[in-house]
T-cell receptor, first 112, second 116 residues
Framework: DVKVTQSSRYLVKRTGEKVFLECVQD?????MFWYRQDPGLGLRLIYF???????EKGDIPEGYSVSREKKERFSLILESASTNQTSMYLC???????????FGQGTRLTVV | AQTVTQSQPEMSVQEAETVTLSCTYD???????LFWYKQPPSRQMILVIR??????QNATENRFSVNFQKAAKSFSLKISDSQLGDAAMYFC?????????????FGKGTKLTVNP
């Protein structure tokens, strides 16, 4: 089975902190994604990566950056956390081609 | 840009009955994929069913089937013989097949409640 693992299910951080959300997949997938999920807004794409060290902005990249130094790991970075970044963050991965995406279990981040 | 619209924020159904969740999308592409994902309280997103736009036949997976109307840009999900375990958020999603972009565009979701 494909496994996408997010390092934390729940996280509480203070305003202004630098926050790292980690995601690891074990199936050698080329593509990895970070989504943000908010009630009434669905899933919105923050960033995605189609190869090591390659990345593209999604629909809401402001306030975020990403890192993909190894194929299996995709990190989301909040440079200076703010309360409006309190949300559920979902990581996903997929191989190339017309296949499904596999999701992690999400990280619920609270910024206080 | 592609958009996906789910017009029903919440739906409810009696156990063993049938329910249909609506989804419309906007695209200028002729070839693409459409998906329904389920997110139960455990938060794990699970693929329910997928449809390739060039296939006219509606996809079916056990109790789950879709009504794909390409001209109308409509992609509804029908759940037959609803079970308590079907209670979840359901998200409709779109992905283009050309141009190399692998990203999924999601709707805002429909919360389905199944009443015993």
């Amino acid at each position: 089975d494909v496994k996408v693992t997010q390092s934390s299910r729940y996280l509480v951080k203070r305003t202004g902190e630098k926050v790292f959300l980690e995601c690891v997949q074990d199936m050698d997938h080329e593509n990895m994604f970070w989504y943000r999920q908010d009630p009434g807004l669905g899933l919105r794409l923050i960033y995605f990566s189609y190869d090591v060290k390659m990345k593209e902005k999604g629909d809401i990249p402001e306030g975020y950056s990403v890192s993909r130094e190894k194929k299996e790991r995709f990190s989301l970075i909040l440079e200076s956390a703010s309360t409006n970044q309190t949300s559920m963050y979902l990581c996903a991965s997929k191989p190339g081609g017309n296949t499904e995406a596999f999701f992690g279990q999400g990280t619920r981040l609270t910024v206080v | 840009a592609q958009t996906v619209t789910q017009s029903q924020p919440e739906m409810s159904v009696q156990e063993a009955e049938t329910v249909t969740l609506s989804c419309t999308y906007d695209t200028s592409e002729s070839d693409y994929y459409l998906f329904w994902y389920k997110q139960p309280p455990s938060r794990q997103m699970i693929l329910v069913i997928r449809q390739e736009a060039y296939k006219q036949q509606n996809a079916t997976e056990n109790r789950f089937s879709v009504n794909f109307q390409k001209a109308a840009k409509s992609f509804s999900l029908k759940i037959s013989d609803s079970q308590l375990g079907d209670a979840a958020m359901y998200f409709c999603a779109y992905r283009r097949t050309q141009g190399g972009s692998e990203k999924l565009v999601f709707g805002k979701g429909t919360k389905l409640t199944v009443n015993p």
